[in-house]
């Protein structure tokens, strides 16, 4: 199976600051990778598709990036709205994994 | 606008069974792969069953933890992804969402269903 490993597990920060969360694969998954938001008591909302597309409807104020086995979601100036978990999700081969989160607090 | 809403969860002893159902609207149900994803409470996400679209006859996929005891299928009749689930185990209680895959050819889940908390306890 290939695992996926996001860093950091958490994170305090303030409105306004950029936010990095890395996502490292086990193995090659080129660009098959999804990152999704989730707030309490929600499914998760899908954000950036093949490690560096927008979602449409997500703001331009998160970014993607990465390919084989490193990437990175970028928060550039943080809203009070994204305060969440961010998990990280390849699609390259089966089973399909997850990241065990990143959970992104007020600071 | 693309709807997932799934029923069918609710509370089960440990050895039994459970029908989860997830209707599908706004989007050509055929053309789709189709998932379901679980939330253990208070866990992270994990993947649980695919079935694949019309083009790939509707062939399926399963996570080891739920192979041989979990079937996904379809009603296209009804635009319907279900999940029957047999042999539960405590640790199979969790939020299950049915999910779309997108068919563009990033093969990346782009909707989510509001999920349907299943509990398994005696």
């Known amino acids: 199976d290939i695992q996926m490993t996001q860093s950091p597990s958490s994170l305090s920060a303030s409105v306004g600051d950029r936010v990095t969360i890395t996502c490292r694969a086990s193995?090659?998954?080129?660009?098959?990778l999804t990152w999704f938001q989730q707030k309490p008591g929600k499914a998760p909302k899908s954000l950036i598709y093949?490690?560096?597309n927008l979602q449409s409807g997500v703001p331009s104020r998160f970014s993607g990036s990465g390919s084989g086995t490193d990437f990175t979601l970028i928060i550039s100036s943080l809203q009070p709205e994204d305060f969440a978990t961010y998990y990280c999700?390849?699609?390259?081969?089966?089973?399909?994994?997850f990241g065990g989160g990143t959970e992104v607090e007020i600071k | 606008e693309v709807q997932l809403v799934e029923s069918g969860g609710g509370l089960v002893q440990p050895g039994g069974s459970l029908r989860l159902s997830c209707a599908a609207s706004?989007?050509?149900?055929?053309?789709?792969?189709m998932d379901w994803v679980r939330q253990a409470p208070g866990k992270g996400l994990e993947w649980v069953a695919r079935?694949?679209?019309?083009?790939?006859?509707?062939?399926?996929e399963y996570a080891a933890s739920v192979k041989g005891r979990f079937t996904i299928s379809r009603d296209a009749s009804k635009n319907s992804l279900d999940l029957q689930m047999n042999s539960l185990k405590i640790e199979d209680t969790a939020v299950y969402y049915c999910?779309?895959?997108?068919?563009?050819?990033?093969?990346?889940?782009?909707?989510w269903g509001q999920g349907t908390l299943v509990t398994v306890s005696s």
């Open positions: 706004g989007f050509t149900f055929s053309d789709h792969y």
């Open positions: 999910v779309r895959v997108d068919d563009s050819g990033s093969y990346s889940f782009d909707y």
């Open positions: 193995q090659d998954i080129r660009t098959s």
């Open positions: 079935s694949r679209n019309k083009g790939r006859s509707y062939t399926t």
């Open positions: 999700q390849q699609h390259k081969d089966y089973p399909l994994t």
């Open positions: 093949t490690a560096s």
